[in-house]
T-cell receptor, first 112, second 113 residues
Framework: RKEVEQDPGPFNVPEGATVAFNCTYS??????FFWYRQDCRKEPKLLMS???SGNEDGRFTAQLNRASQYISLLIRDSKLSDSATYLC?????????????FGQGTTLQVKP | GAGVSQTPSNKVTEKGKYVELRCDPI?????LYWYRQSLGQGPEFLIY????????DSGLPNDRFFAVRPEGSVSTLKIQRTERGDSAVYLC???????????FGAGTRLSVL
């Protein structure tokens, strides 16, 4: 079983739609959580960190459920420019390496 | 300011050859990470440097892979006797320290024929 699991999609949605991605992680020792965005043939870039209290950045809302080991990302009012792969990422503080554990990524295609 | 720089951007080699991939981190970043991303997958951790030393090399797939960071800045990932299965994008990331945000380079796309 992979440490971080995501539905690879693709999710095809019209402009203006609301779309949600989910992610589960297997290691309960996971400490920090992130969503990264990766455009085609580009490097991953941090989209937002994820906190237990939930956090919002404009049209993007991230939620963490530690009990269920579940992370979500909600995108409201989708734009064409949101088309990308969204990577769910966890890291552990034990061992002091800070290495990132990535999910497979979920592909979003926003259509006009 | 300058981001993480990786060279070459593309490398085509033949099975059995030796390759070196270079990463130039953001100036002043002490932590440096190498990841490998295969088609349709998320990046997978290879090795982590804190300064000059490899603090965690648990992700290196086998002894054909080796990385160095002799002066605590530039790092080189070395792959001996390349195999077709080594074909992937090799990503480098740097960070001001362990636990901080990691900034990725554009990667080196390695193709082993």
């Amino acid at each position: 079983r992979k440490e971080v699991e995501q539905d690879p999609g693709p999710f095809n949605v019209p402009e203006g739609a609301t779309v949600a991605f989910n992610c589960t992680y297997s290691n309960s020792a996971s400490q920090s959580f992130f969503w990264y965005r990766q455009d085609c043939r580009k490097e991953p870039k941090l989209l937002m960190s994820v906190y237990s209290s939930g956090n919002e950045d404009g049209r993007f809302t991230a939620q963490l459920n530690r009990a269920s080991q579940y992370i979500s990302l909600l995108i409201r009012d989708s734009k064409l420019s949101d088309s990308a792969t969204y990577l769910c990422v966890v890291t552990f503080n034990s061992g002091n390496t800070g290495k990132l554990i990535f999910g497979q990524g979920t592909t979003l295609q926003v259509k006009p | 300011g300058a981001g993480v720089s990786q060279t070459p951007s593309n490398k085509v080699t033949e099975k059995g050859k030796y390759v070196e991939l270079r990463c130039d981190p953001i100036s002043g970043h002490t932590a440096l990470y190498w990841y490998r991303q295969s088609l349709g997958q998320g990046p997978e951790f290879l090795i982590y440097f804190q300064g000059t030393g490899a603090a965690d090399d648990s992700g290196l797939p086998n002894d054909r892979f080796f990385a160095v960071r002799p002066e605590g800045s530039v790092s080189t990932l070395k792959i001996q006797r390349t195999e077709r299965g080594d074909s992937a994008v090799y990503l480098c990331a740097s960070s001001p320290g362990q636990g901080n945000i990691q900034y990725f380079g554009a990667g080196t796309r390695l193709s082993v024929l």
